[in-house]
Structures are given as structure tokens and as C-alpha cells.
């Protein structure tokens, strides 16, 4: 805490960076929109601000969050400052031909309408620089299949915060694989009642406990995608 | 007040509240993705063995089958406008087998959460909250639930907006909350500041405790959190009936019934009064639990190593383990 003021503008872009990652721990989402227009008025590439300043501030957020120091109320705000910084930079980014980090399809399965943690999960993917389609809650199959063929995602994220509803998400693999096209995404599960082992049972590439470990893992496999294609 | 467990646990000491009501009506062919409490219509005879096996195996306590009965549940199955209706009906059942039960059993309103985050973090009001859990309230009591049972709770105003519903409605209440994430709950209510949650409202709660989580070893550390917190509480502990597996196409809880048996007795020993289990406890594991209370000898208050070494591993920090308010240094606040 500081008695003084901080004026963005007159801090160096060092210091503002560093401000910005404060800010978002914090979720101050005015702080965050002005911040981002300054460092753009600067010069810098929106690519630059989105991913030294945004993704990097909610590299840190991830980790507390992870390590059980935040939790969802002070992340969702976190999310939502991230958020207002994106909305000014993501024409900016399109209209750059910004490098992307892949793509993920989310949606909570058919039966359960808990939509907290998949839009924790699809906020901070989307903090990290991926693109992300969300289809909300409820989803029966079709839904996850119609997304699929039509944004052709690296990942699709299934979400399920009930033991009634869990179950749920080895109909939508045991459809891909029916289909033949499982192996083409990334699947990835989450959700309290699960756990590891229950993401093996049922066919998905990995489970992520929490936000930030489903961040992690989504780079990590998009990271050996291309290596296998580079490798291929 | 009216407090049917007072006079229930004056007689006996400790009770023992019912096992899984999801779980268990999954091995009664519920789909995935179906909704529990249409059963309470179209299977109500299903609802009444659910009941009566856990009456069976030695439940003082009943829980209803309305844990997503508030309209914001409902409406994902076009539901939202038979609350009333659906709620009355789940506590009838639970009710009827009660009444024929040989000893007195006791009917308790099951009261699960929104799935709706409230202002300012989602879009729902407190008012709105309160008028909800009103609306599944009333239905419960006029079913002839004795008490609103409010679980598996992670926020704090939720549980406050549900207690005022109970208060306003007349009934007596009883929460308590689900610590998944690090010890506490996923918005990072913790164990040891559970009891003041509402602990002013009305009358005061019943009992509060945990319930749900992660396994029967992270409950019962979270129990030990609140026990220490509020040790004149009458305190309640529902956990897990250890970690859910995938089997097929069904899900199994690894825990057996001689580990939920030790688990009751921990539980017992770290000073709950109202022990039971929550996903995956069937009616065999609560006969063990029921034989392990009637003829427990009271032991020393466990410890987390106790309970590791009887129970399993945590899977999950305790909340006295993880950083809570005290995270990271900053340089400054804009203020």
C-alpha cells in the first residue's frame, strides 16, 4: 500500500509492465485498459503488450492460484481485468497477423449447468493467448461434435462439476473415437469430482486440477504437437 | 426452538447421518446427466429404497433427494416451475420412511447450491438467492422435512442468502460447506472461519460442518480445523467414501467399508457429533460406520498424521498449509 498516487503515464515502460502485473493480481480493470493504451500509444506491438504484460501478470495469478493463495473470487476478477485488456487488443492483434497458441473448444457436459470453473479455465487460456470458443453449459454431444468440425480446435475442454454429470464426458470421447477423429484434438477434462485417473479411464489426453494447470498443460501439448509435426 | 438433533443426540451421543444420494441412484439407473430430483416424481419408489437402505444400515439422519431443487438447477430440465412441487414431494418420501422407521429417524431438507455466483462476482442477486432458496424451502417443510440441510456450500453469501430462506420459512438449519481446493473451499472460505459464516442468523445453526470434498483424509483435517475453531459447535462431517474411480462405464469410490468405519471413528475422536458420508458411501459402507459408532471406544484427538496413516494421503494442502491471505509481496497499490 501507498499513500502516493500512482500516475501511470509517467512511469518507464519497465515500471508500467511491472505495474500492469500488480494490477491484474489485483483485478483493477480501469488500470488495466488505461495501461494498455499507453504502452500501445508507445509503440509496442500488441502482440508485445498482450504477452509481456497481460499473459506474463496472469502467469503470476496462475501460480498463486495453483499453490492455493488466490482462489476463484480474486481470480475471476483478475480474469475480468485481463479481459478488458483484450478487448482492446484483440482487432489490433487480428489486423497484426499475431503468432496464435492454438485453439480450444469448452463447454460444460449435457446434465450440469456449473460453469464457474470452465470460465475460469477458458479466462486464463485465453490470458495465456490461446483462442478460445466457449459453449456455454449443457452440452450434449452434437454441440461438442457441431464445434468441433466447425472451429477445428487444437483442444477440446470438457467441464462437469457433479458426479452425475462426470460420466458424461466418456460419451463424448467414445463418440470421436466411433467417429474416427479422437486423435486428432487434444482432450482435456476437469472439474472437482475428478481426478487423474478418472481422466485415463476415460480416454482423455490429460486431467488439470485448476486453471492454471490446464494453461500449462494445453501449452505443453501444443508444444509436442509441433514437434511431432516438425518431426513427421 | 425446535431442535430435533439436540434431543436426538441427547439420547444418543453421536448420530449418524445417511450415505451418496447421486451416486447411489446412479446403481439404480439414473443417466448421466438426468436429474435426481425428477425421480422424486416419476421413481418415487426408487427414492424410498434409497431411503430405507440407509434407514436399514443404521441412519438417524435422512437427507432428501432436492440437493439441485432451486429453480436455477431445475430449469436446465425445464423444471424451474414445479419447485414447490418437486421439494414437497422429496421430503414426503424421505418422510414416509421415516415415520415407519421402528426409531426415530430424522428428515432432513437437502438444500445444494445455485450453481449461480453472486453479485459482484456473477449475476445473481442476494434477494434473488434468498427468494430461490425460499421457493425449495417452503417444499421441503411442507413435505415434512424437520430442517433445512444446506451442503456442499463454497461461498460464504450463498450460505448466508440459504439460511436466511430456512429462517424466513421456519425452519431450523444446518450447513456445511465442500473444502476441495487447498484446504478450504473453491472461493476460499476455510474451514476455521466456517461457523461465523451464519452463525448469527436466526437461532444459529443447528450444526455446521463439511461436507463432499475431496477424500475421507482431506474431511477429516478440515474437520479438525473447525472442531478447534468452534469446539462447542455441534459439528457435522459427510466425506467422501474415498476417491472416485472409472470402472467401465460406472464410477466406484476407492474406500471400503473397514476404511469408512475408521474413518467414522476419527471423525468421532476429532469431535464431529453427526458423522456420515457424501459421494460414493452405499448403504454397506454406512452399516460399517454404524457398527464402528455403536461400539467405538473414544480415543485421543488424531492427528493429520493419525489420520494419514488410517485413512490415505491427503490429496490436497491443508488449509493451514497454504498461503491464504499472506501471498505475495507487492511493490505497491494504486489506491
Known amino acids: 500500500m501507498s499513500d502516493d498516487e500512482i500516475i501511470l503515464s509517467e512511469l518507464s515502460d519497465e515500471e508500467l509492465v511491472q505495474q500492469m502485473h500488480d494490477d491484474l493480481y489485483d483485478g483493477l480493470k480501469e488500470e488495466i485498459e ?42 475471476l476478477l483478475s480474469a475480468n481485468a485481463m479481459k478488458a485488456g483484450m478487448t482492446i487488443l484483440r482487432p489490433l492483434l487480428v489486423e497484426t497477423g499475431a503468432p496464435k497458441l492454438g485453439k480450444m473448444v469448452i463447454g460444460t457436459v449435457k446434465g450440469d449447468i456449473h460453469d464457474i470453473g470452465k470460465n475460469l479455465v477458458g479466462m486464463m487460456m485465453e490470458g495465456a493467448g490461446f483462442d478460445v470458443v466457449d459453449l456455454g453449459i449443457n452440452n450434449p454431444v452434437e454441440n461438442y461434435l457441431d464445434a468441433l468440425e466447425r472451429e477445428k480446435p487444437d483442444i477440446l475442454g470438457m467441464s462437469a462439476l457433479l458426479t452425475t454429470t462426470m460420466p458424461y464426458m466418456k460419451v463424448v470421447i467414445d463418440t470421436l473415437k466411433e467417429k474416427g477423429i479422437r486423435d486428432d484434438y487434444i482432450v482435456m477434462v476437469g472439474g472437482a469430482p475428478l481426478n487423474e485417473e478418472f481422466g485415463k479411464a476415460i480416454g482423455a489426453d490429460a486431467y488439470c486440477r485448476d486453471a492454471a494447470v490446464a494453461v500449462e498443460t494445453a501449452k505443453e501439448f501444443i508444444r509436442r504437437k509441433h514437434n511431432q509435426l516438425a518431426a513427421g | ?103 426415530r429417524v430424522i428428515v432432513a431438507g437437502s438444500v ?19 427468494a430461490a432458496f425460499r421457493e425449495q424451502i417452503e417444499g421441503l417443510k411442507a413435505g415434512g422435512a424437520e430442517i433445512a440441510w444446506i451442503e456442499t456450500m463454497s461461498a460464504a453469501d450463498e450460505i448466508r442468502a440459504a439460511a436466511e430462506a430456512a429462517v424466513a420459512v421456519g425452519l431450523p438449519f444446518v450447513y456445511t460447506a465442500s473444502f476441495d481446493t487447498a484446504g478450504r473451499t473453491m472461493m476460499g472460505l476455510s474451514p476455521r472461519d466456517l461457523p461465523d459464516v451464519a452463525g448469527a442468523m436466526g437461532d444459529g445453526p443447528l450444526a455446521v460442518g463439511a461436507n463432499c470434498g475431496v477424500g475421507a483424509s482431506d474431511i477429516l483435517a478440515s474437520l479438525l480445523d473447525i472442531t478447534e475453531a468452534a469446539p462447542n459447535a455441534t459439528i457435522v462431517v459427510k466425506g467422501n467414501c474415498g476417491i472416485p474411480e472409472f470402472r467401465g462405464a460406472e464410477i466406484h469410490y476407492s474406500g471400503t467399508p473397514p476404511l469408512m468405519a475408521d474413518y467414522a471413528r476419527l471423525a468421532r475422536d476429532a469431535g464431529a457429533k453427526i458423522i456420515g458420508g457424501c459421494c460414493g458411501t452405499s448403504c454397506g459402507h454406512l452399516a460399517a460406520m454404524r457398527a464402528a459408532l455403536d461400539e467405538h471406544t473414544p480415543g485421543p484427538r488424531p492427528t493429520i498424521e493419525t489420520i494419514v496413516e488410517r485413512i490415505g494421503p491427503l490429496r490436497n494442502k491443508t488449509a493451514s ?15
Open chain 1, 34 to 75: 488505461e495501461a494498455t493504451h499507453i504502452l500501445l500509444d508507445r509503440g509496442w506491438t500488441p502482440y508485445d503488450v498482450l504477452t509481456k504484460a497481460l499473459v506474463e501478470g496472469m502467469r503470476i495469478v496462475g501460480i498463486d492460484f495453483r499453490d492455493g493463495i488466490l482462489f476463484v473470487p480474486e481470480v
Open chain 2, 1 to 103: 426452538m425446535n431442535n430435533p438433533l439436540q434431543d436426538l443426540l441427547a439420547k444418543k451421543g453421536v448420530l449418524l447421518a445417511d450415505g451418496a444420494t447421486g451416486t447411489s441412484l446412479f446403481a439404480m439407473g439414473l443417466e448421466a446427466g438426468e436429474a435426481p430430483e425428477l425421480w422424486n416424481e416419476s421413481h418415487p419408489e426408487r427414492i424410498d429404497t434409497l431411503h430405507q437402505d440407509f434407514v436399514d444400515a443404521g441412519a438417524d439422519i435422512i437427507l432428501t433427494n432436492s440437493f439441485g431443487g432451486t429453480r436455477h438447477r431445475l430449469k436446465l430440465h425445464h423444471a424451474e416451475d414445479r419447485v414447490f412441487a418437486l421439494n414437497k414431494r422429496a421430503a414426503e418420501i424421505a418422510r414416509s420412511v421415516a415415520d415407519r422407521a421402528p426409531r
Open chain 2, 112 to 130: 445444494g447450491p445455485t450453481g449461480e455466483l453472486l453479485i459482484p462476482l456473477g449475476a445473481l442477486s442476494y434477494e434473488d438467492a434468498v
Open chain 2, 321 to 335: 498449509e497454504a498461503g491464504g491471505e499472506t501471498g505475495r509481496e507487492r511493490r505497491r497499490r494504486k489506491t
